[in-house]
């Protein structure tokens, strides 16, 4: 816990007086306490830059970073699939026209894995409390999202992640292999510890992939206190 709050104030004092923190301003901090998340490189401004060179591996995912945006899907704010320098430039210049962008984040495409909702809210009656859920349908439509006070410890990072209904999917179905439970309670383990600082009022790993052998976060929002 010492850590999580020492990293977090850390991001604070860089950023007084900002309320929203989104997921380019997130993932170096969430890579520091020690999550996976995409290799990738943030383009700041709205500058149709002509990238001729990049070090990343193809396929690539563009997307817009703008707190004017909820749903990145729906306001055709994210650009998947893209297989060479051609599509990047499309992509890179077409997203930098979307509302309030800040910049352009290009990131290596990760394929396959579960994914899942990870988080914490500070609840108004019960104080801060942790959230686990599988992407997608389940928590949209389903609502099938767990919860627990917070911080959680590995035991009770996986208690939770096993209670909810489609709790068989992480144990390996359709002929995918289980997931990682040491990488599942990990994140759920940090982003429990973080909401408990009560720094921030709310945050969210959303979506988090989950694989045999890691969980990356593909993408991050929080709000401060």
């Known amino acids: 816990m010492a850590e999580v709050r020492n990293e977090l104030e850390t991001l604070?004092?860089?950023a007084p007086g900002k309320?929203?923190?989104?997921?380019?301003?997130?993932?170096?901090?969430?890579?520091?306490?020690?999550?996976?998340?995409?290799?990738?490189?943030?383009?700041?401004?709205?500058?149709k830059l002509v990238i001729r060179s990049i070090s990343l591996r193809f396929p690539?995912?563009?997307?817009?970073?703008?707190?004017?945006?909820?749903?990145?899907?729906?306001?055709?704010?994210?650009?998947?699939?893209?297989?060479?320098?051609?599509?990047l430039n499309s992509a890179v210049h077409r997203l930098t026209d979307v509302k309030g962008t800040e910049g352009v984040l290009v990131e290596e495409m990760l394929q396959g894995g579960i994914e899942a909702a990870i988080g914490g809210i500070i609840d108004p009656q019960f104080g801060p409390?942790?959230?686990?859920g599988l992407g997608g349908f389940f928590i949209e439509l389903a609502k099938d999202v767990a919860f627990a006070p917070a911080p959680v410890d590995e035991a009770g990072a996986l208690k939770l992640a096993y209670s909810i209904k489609a709790a068989d999917?992480?144990?390996?179905?359709?002929?995918?292999?289980?997931?990682?439970?040491?990488?599942?309670?990990?994140?759920?383990v940090t982003a429990s510890q973080i909401i408990a600082t009560?720094?921030?009022?709310?945050?969210?790993?959303?979506?988090?992939?989950?694989?045999?052998?890691?969980?990356?976060?593909?993408?991050?929002?929080?709000?401060?206190g």
């Open 60 to 87: 690539m995912v563009v997307k817009a970073i703008s707190r004017d945006v909820r749903s990145k899907t729906e306001a055709g704010a994210i650009v998947t699939c893209i297989g060479n320098l051609e599509q």
């Open 198 to 224: 009560g720094l921030f009022t709310e945050i969210t790993l959303n979506p988090v992939s989950l694989f045999h052998d890691r969980a990356v976060v593909l993408d991050a929002k929080a709000v401060r």
């Open 12 to 14: 604070l004092s860089f």
């Open 129 to 132: 409390v942790a959230m686990f």
């Open 169 to 188: 999917a992480l144990r390996g179905i359709r002929g995918k292999p289980p997931v990682s439970e040491a990488a599942l309670s990990k994140a759920i």
């Open 19 to 47: 309320k929203i923190f989104l997921e380019h301003e997130l993932k170096p901090f969430l890579e520091g306490l020690g999550l996976n998340v995409p290799k990738g490189i943030f383009i700041k401004g709205k500058k």
